[in-house]
Structures are given as C-alpha cells and as structure tokens.
C-alpha cells in the first residue's frame, strides 16, 4: 500500500516531538551538568559516581529492550512516553534530600524514566516523519533536543551562582519546566496522535522481518565504541576537584553547558553526513572517541579538561543522532521498538562499563599508556565491527 508522503505535516510531528524533547532536557541535562558535584559533594568518591552514573545509564537504556518489545506487543507507544516523562519529577524532588542513598535512588529513577520513553518516542518520530529521512529527522529532533541541554545547564549554573552554592534550591526549582513540559506532551500528543495511529495501521499488515545479523554487529560496535568513551559524569568529577576548594561549584554546569553547546552545534549536520554517506560515517566518532578519554585523564588542569568536553561533545553530538538513525537500516517498522530496545541496552551496558573502569583509573591513578592502551583499543575493535556491518 503505497501512502503520499506529506512533508509539512511530517515536519511538525519532528518539530514538536522536538519541542518535547527540549523541555525534558531543560531538566535533566540542566540536573546532570550537577549530579556528579552534588555527589562528591555528599562524600562519594570518583569509582561510585563512575558505577553509579554509568549504572543510570544502563538503566537508562538495558530496560529499553522491556519497554520497547512491550509497546511494539501493545501498540501502546503513548502511554511509555507519557510514563516516562512523568518519572522526570524525580530531578526537582532532589531538592528535598541530603541523603546521598536517596538523590542515588531519584537519579536511577529518571534514568528509569527515559528507559520507558525513548523506544516509543523514537518509533512515533521515524513513523511520523517518514519520507523526511530518518538522519535528517533525527538530526532535526536532536537539534530541538540539544537547545534544551544548552538551556538546563545555563539554568542550573545562574541558580548556583545566585543562591550561593545552594543545592536543594537549584534542584527544586526546575518544578517549574517540568510543568511546562507536561503542557508540551499534551499538545503534542493531540496533535500527531491520528497521524501515528494510522501509520502503525498500514505497518500491521506488513509481515515482520526478524532482526538480522548485521544490526547485532552494529549494535556490538556501539557498545564497544561507548566501553571506551570516558563518561561526561567523570569528566565533571574531575572539574570538581579542581573547584569544590574555590567554592566555584557554578562553573561544573557551565562546563556541561559546553559538551551540550557542541553536540547542538554538530548533530544536525551529522545528520545530513549520514543520509549522504550511510552507517560508515560512524568511524569519524569512534576514531574520535579517543580524545575526550585521554585528555580527561592526563591530570586535572581545568583547561585540558575543557578540551576533552569539546571534543566529547563533538562525539555525543554524532552519538544522539546518527547512531540511533542507522537503526532503522537494520529494522522494520512493525519491530522498530524491539530493535531500539536490543540497540539501547547494548549501549546501556557500554555505558556502566566505561563509568566503572574510568572511575577505578582516577580512583587508583592509573598510568597513562594504561589508558591510551584502553581508549585506543576499543576503538579499534569497535571501528572493525562496524566495518563488518555494511
């Protein structure tokens, strides 16, 4: 059945999912640029802000591959998303607790939350705007979705400064977007809700086509090219060292703000790279995957570790955009869910790997060539992974 593609309307539906995406970042990226110094803060050290920050995002995305066969089995994409969302309540409720235990269990929580939202989320953003190309699409969404993380973090960084430090009130106050961000879903939901309904209709009476194995392949290449990326949470621990003494703990947002500034800066156009050069773009990331781990980890000088968030943001730029848009070469509509979920959960187990070994190197003060050899190598493997995948 061959469906006109509508172009306007495909746009809008990227645009507002876009939108909502801006909103949910406003609060957690804004809240994450801050969780690594609210912990050491708390007196928790380098390797269980790295386990734990690296564990959230294996929740974050290990739970996806439940979240995402369920709503494909349900056809309930909306109500995942809307869950989802709702669990981002748990960022302002850090305002409440001084207990390091508790912020943990909130932190895992919002984590919990993307874990139910993202699958759905990204199988209504590639149905709606089918036509458009899925790098584009998910360039543009990313985009939208990198306005809102530059924003939380300038937030976040102006509320510190202002309130002396104070982290309970930085925390409570992002209440206020999250009510915004409600709204937005809302509408969002209204709007592109029949457009989604019918294009899941059409989809049904195509017959499934089982995963083959090239999208595990890729799948294993992005797993292996995040072990060896060392995690935005260290990077910032390693800030705060340098400025908890100064009572300058305002600025570790702002160097979050940095990551997030180059991300938005590089997603769109990683975007484009991808719909014009296919899943071999990928290797400019992995290859450069390997700064932002080596350059955190020479030692503790402020500007070097501004560097490294740069050249991390670069990669996460490419990670948020064309890593998830090369999915849908590998998948089906009617087993997108499924796809996203197997994908997520390879990157969420990455993710815990990567902040547990870079958090026990700063904790142990591992040597240099330790490192290099580490970051160097699982890009390797990772690059040649991926080459057997196209």
Known sequence: MLLKVNFKDAYISIFLLGIVSLMG??????ARGLVPDYLKFLGVSAFIVGFITGFGEFLGYGVRLISGVLADATKAYWFFIFL?????????????????????MLVLLERLGKAFRSPSRDAILSIVSKGVGAGKAFGIHEVLDQIGAVAGPIIVA?????????????FSFLIL??????????????????KAAFE?????????????KTFYIYTLAVALNTVGLIPASLIL??????????????VIPLIYLLIQGVDASIALFAGYAYDKFGVKILILPFI??????????INSDLKMLMVAAVFFGIVLGMQESIYRAAVVNFASISNRGKAYGIFNTAYGVGFVLSGTIYGAMIDLKASLILIMFFAVLTQVLAIAALKKSY
């Open 288 to 297: 450069l995957s390997v700064f932002p781990s080596i350059l955190a980890m």
């Open 200 to 212: 899941l209709k059409v989809s049904a009476i195509n017959k499934t086509i089982k995963l083959e």
């Open 25 to 30: 970042d406003i609060i957690y990226e804004g």
């Open 158 to 170: 102006a509320l510190m400064f202002y309130t002396s430090n104070n982290y309970h009130l930085t």
């Open 84 to 104: 989802g969302y709702g669990l981002i309540i748990s960022i302002p409720i850090l305002g409440f607790t001084n207990a390091w235990k508790i912020a943990v």
């Open 177 to 194: 977007p999250f009510l915004m961000l409600l709204t937005a879903l809302i509408y969002t939901y209204k709007k592109i809700k029949a």
């Open 237 to 250: 621990y390693k800030a705060s060292i340098i400025l908890q003494p100064l009572n300058q703990q305002w």
